[in-house]
């Protein structure tokens, strides 16, 4: 086994760093060496391993303390594993599962890559299904209040008639000729002996004589699935919502993969949204801005008011205390930040217009000190 980086050194933090801090350590190495970000790249896979590894060790309480004392050491000592244990897929899942955002689909699989979690599998054992992915469209409003929708999937089921099997009623699937259930051949290359899948089987260990007619022999017919999904407020774009075993079946008796919901929220015509914040833009007239007052604003919740001070300037942003999103994670509202504009008006009643031209001369006589100040920086441009 190759000498194993200090924990603390791995995950570029001071002994004595807290536990809030090392969580935050730890999350922006995971993202920047996540697997989903670095395709290919297998010394950020080593690094993602590494950092987990370290994290896993140093956020349980216990085995801090041992490490603090002892070292690595000490944790072999104690029967404490690399990062394949319950703790560190829960910290793995609290991270990158469920709605958390930013993780790629086929979490175990990817887990299961990365840490060779779950054992080595033998052919005739049964397997999990694999996951599925769908996405899911939610309006701004719906992602605001939360909502439930059922989504029609094509997926697999267990066929029928042969249970799965694949074989034909009253037949059974036979152990391959060629591997004789192995399901691995082995095969000279070069000098070396290399161990493939047997190409009979393709790494089954058993084949099929007689296929059952219903599904061809592929032990799994196609159907259309109702599926009921919770989002939660405050969803937002990209974020996942995990169904544990609502996606395909898995083999020989093995339990269905997940299925993974994205979330797409669709845009709003009114509103933008940034994070948790909802953003507008209302058209003002010069004498709201200038007097101050009230107007309405649409929310996702009905007409708010707005009180606008006097002397506001074109293009201010107002802030409406937690008139934006809900916080996905329940805390509290974002903000609704709404940007004041000047309406200019393009046509004028006569009484409008009789004012305005009024207070054109009056302006005239005692132009206001922002435009005098203004008046001034330009003169000293051109002196
Ligand atoms: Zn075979
Ligand atoms: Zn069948």
Known sequence: MAATRDYYETLAVPRDI??????????????????????????????????????E???????????????????????????????????????????????GGGLDSMFEGLFGGGGGRRPSGP?????????????????????????????????????GSGAAAGTKAETCSTCHGHGQVQRQQGMFMMQTPCPKCRGEGTVIKTPCTTCHGQGVTTNDADIEIRIPAGIETGQQLRLANEGEPGDRGGPRGDLYC????????????????????????????????????????????????????SGRVLRMRGQGMPSVRGFSNGDLLVRVQLATP????????????????????????AQKSFFDKVKDLFD
């Not at 404490?80 to 609290?94: K, M, P, T």
């Not at 509103?271 to 801005?289: A, H, K």
């Not at 207070?359 to 132009?367: D, M, W």
């Open 18 to 55: 807290s536990e809030a801090d090392l969580k935050k350590a730890y999350r922006k190495l995971a993202l920047k060496f996540h697997p989903d970000r670095n395709k290919g790249d297998e010394s950020a896979a080593e690094r993602f391993k590494e950092v987990s590894e370290a994290y």
């Open 57 to 103: 060790v140093l956020s349980d309480p216990e085995k801090r303390k041992v490490y603090d004392q002892y070292g690595h050491d000490g944790l072999r000592g104690q029967g404490f594993g690399g990062a394949s244990s319950q703790h560190a897929r829960d910290i793995f899942e609290s991270f990158f599962g469920g709605g958390g955002g930013g993780g």
């Open 127 to 163: 397997r999990r299904g694999t996951h599925l992915r769908v996405v899911v469209h939610v309006t701004l409003k719906e992602a605001f209040s939360g909502t439930t929708k059922t989504l029609t999937i094509q997926r697999n089921d267990p066929c029928e008639p042969c249970k």
């Open 262 to 313: 994205i979330v797409q929220v669709k845009e709003h015509s009114f509103f933008g949204r940034e994070e948790d914040n909802l953003t507008c833009e209302i058209p003002v007239t010069y004498s709201q801005l200038t007097l101050g007052g009230e107007v309405d604003i649409p929310t996702l919740e009905g007409t708010k008011t707005l009180k606008i001070a006097s002397g506001t300037q």
């Open 346 to 369: 393009k046509k004028l009643g006569a009484r409008e217009k009789e004012l305005l031209e009024e207070l054109r001369e009056i302006e005239g006589a005692t132009p206001s000190s």
